[in-house]
């Protein structure tokens, strides 16, 4: 990737690049819409959308990243998630497992070592007691398995038709010993941009679950617990920001941090480690994987010099076997992702736009 | 109260009552139900049981109170909550104030300084944003109030018709300088029992609100934030023990401390504040008011020595004008809870069973 290309993304011209990122920008803070869509809850251009004009007037730090908290001479970080994902069990995992491992990723993507997980419920009666058990002992042993602690929780009821049988919000607590370490402000143009492994993963299966795809295939949720990998990760080299690819994808993850660095990202599609079965569900729904959800996947931005080692620890974790090395950050143009086609063309990946798969987490 | 009732309580024979707690505790971790139903999330008899046959054995600290966990030398009180009331809107406040300040005062009543509140939203599609803006709006009003920070946020959507408009998670983490300070193992026989104000405001003014009651009142919701309040109660003297009494009412929180703490409670029934219009609702709905959901009242176990100058602290606050010294701690029947009438008469009082109210928080 040459850097004359800062100044010239394949088929667009500079002036093109900048008016797109100046409608993009005007675009962001605006809430035209009088109702809530499921593209809402998404985590793509509409859920920024909601966050910027809605939540961030009223709250600090209302992201779904875990935010850093001072206690005492201490710094926390906490995070929050609700999982409304259907069905309930799926290849690879369940809404247990799922809440536990969303959480303590969160915190270990932030530097945080992950320590306490609360678990608050909301039944639909008439619920089998017997799922609620399933669910419930599959958040133990993922919580054992992540080694966090359980340590709160709350169960309320609502009538039939009221909910869908079971959703749970997890929120997490971590401890984080070096808060300056990570973080948007730390990215440099020219960093490595590597993902911890396949792309699409969790997305496709639950596709696949719900018999939305008429596909037999032995693909299963990548939902998993990355506090192991990113301690290694940590201590491979000079990391300067860690993200978990969930809902909206690598894709929405790079687009948010070319925006709070005010970097470009440049990413070659031909890196981007991701399973034929995905592939293949991915060209039948019309979606690139970039934008489907993983649950056990992080995108690391690591100081060019550190890439082949932080590659190396992430390779060397059973989590990590297939991480790649999928671009590079540059200056410029600010707030903007583009991809390199094997063909030697161009484009901008925008944020995910709309909700094609509702309901993944 | 002569103590010689310890061993007579009103109608009951001392046999009687042994065999009542025998069956009580038979009865308390057995979960029979196979479905869930709105008994489980109504803080009662039902919800205890399934706390204790289901969260119990996979986590560790499943109830609703405050979960105090370490943390790099310090301790931290960890409390979550899940709000589904309806209607959002009510006399008194709105889901998103009482969301803040339920998990305010979860902290506070564990003798910790509330300081974060994370917002775990799961939206209905088709929800009008304006509404969603109330809440938010409103929630950052009663976290300016409480002086805790929201510090991190979540959204989901769900289909139309798969969640009620609006439901909202707020987990909270406190500060806590002295752990052992309070706790159902402080709790002495003779210790003083009071309570900070008026009783069952809070669930009526809910069902007012439903038009279940076709009352025309001036009665307004309890929410409030406690955390001055309870700094003032533990200033006042030895507090061995503070609750707030939420759903499933005093009556319930009362249970609670029996059974933790192995004592028997005596209550006077005519010192138990109640408002007019809160007695004539109970009236019409055949609740004792007792059972009824407060969001701004709590229960604290004194040392009897210090029993007035608690009661001082709380009347000379705001939020505690009407608070009462309702009872006293004895040493026996452990786990029960009785109240003596004004007709000279005793009956035990339960845990809250089945769930008269739903829906009130």
């Known amino acids: 990737m040459p850097g004359s290309?800062?100044?010239?993304?394949?088929?667009?011209?500079?002036?093109?690049?900048l008016e797109r990122i100046e409608a993009i920008?005007?675009?962001?803070?605006?809430?035209?819409?009088?109702?809530i869509t499921t593209s809402h809850g998404a985590g793509g251009r509409a859920t920024h959308t909601l966050i910027e004009a809605l939540f961030r007037p009223a709250f600090g730090n209302p992201g779904g990243d875990a935010a850093l908290a001072a206690l005492d001479g201490r710094t926390l970080a906490v995070t929050t998630d609700s999982y409304v994902v259907s069905p309930l069990f799926f290849p690879g995992g369940d809404i247990g497992e799922l809440a536990v491992n969303g959480t303590v990723n969160d915190l270990a993507v932030?530097?945080?070592?992950?320590?306490?997980?609360?678990?608050?419920?909301?039944?639909?009666?008439g619920l089998p007691v017997e799922t609620l058990r399933r669910v419930v002992e599959s958040m133990a042993r993922a919580a054992n398995r992540a080694e966090v602690q359980l340590v709160a929780g709350?169960?309320?009821?609502?009538?039939?038709?009221?909910?869908d049988q079971l959703f749970v919000n997890t929120t997490g607590v971590g401890l984080v010993t070096d808060p300056g370490r990570l973080g948007a402000s730390r990215v440099r143009p020219g960093d490595a941009v590597l993902v911890s492994g396949t792309v699409g993963d969790h997305g496709t299966a639950i596709m696949i679950a719900?018999?939305?795809?008429?596909?037999?295939?032995?693909?299963?949720?990548?939902?998993?617990?990355?506090?192991?990998?990113?301690?290694?990760?940590?201590?491979?080299?000079?990391?300067?920001?860690?993200?978990?690819?969930?809902?909206?994808?690598?894709?929405?993850?790079?687009?948010?941090?070319?925006?709070?660095?005010?970097?470009?990202v440049a990413i070659?599609?031909?890196?981007?480690?991701?399973?034929?079965?995905?592939?293949?569900?991915?060209?039948?729904?019309?979606?690139?994987?970039?934008y489907m959800a993983n649950e056990g996947k992080l995108v690391a931005v690591v100081a060019a010099a550190d890439a082949g080692a932080a590659l190396e620890a992430?390779?060397?974790?059973?989590?990590?076997?297939?991480?790649?090395?999928?671009?590079?950050v540059r200056a410029e143009p600010p707030g903007m992702v583009?991809?390199?086609?094997?063909?030697?063309?161009?484009?901008?990946?925008?944020?995910?736009?709309?909700?094609?798969?509702?309901?993944?987490?």
Chains 1, 2 share one sequence.
């Open 154 to 163: 709350d169960t309320k009821v609502v009538p039939r038709g009221k909910a």
């Open 25 to 35: 920008r005007r675009r962001a803070p605006r809430l035209r819409d009088e109702a």
């Open 268 to 290: 070659r599609e031909e890196s981007i480690p991701v399973r034929d079965e995905v592939r293949g569900a991915a060209e039948i729904l019309g979606i690139d994987p970039m």
């Open 314 to 328: 992430m390779r060397s974790h059973p989590l990590g076997r297939e991480a790649a090395i999928i671009g590079e």
């Open 210 to 264: 719900r018999g939305d795809l008429e596909l037999e295939t032995d693909l299963v949720s990548d939902t998993a617990p990355l506090s192991e990998l990113c301690a290694a990760l940590l201590e491979a080299g000079e990391v300067h920001l860690m993200r978990d690819a969930t809902r909206g994808g690598v894709a929405t993850v790079l687009n948010e941090l070319a925006v709070e660095a005010q970097v470009a």
């Open 338 to 361: 583009f991809i390199h086609t094997a063909f030697g063309g161009s484009r901008v990946v925008d944020m995910l736009i709309g909700d094609p798969l509702p309901r993944i987490c």
């Open 5 to 17: 290309e800062s100044s010239r993304i394949g088929k667009w011209s500079e002036q093109e690049v």
């Open 110 to 125: 932030a530097g945080a070592r992950p320590l306490y997980v609360t678990a608050g419920f909301i039944l639909e009666e």
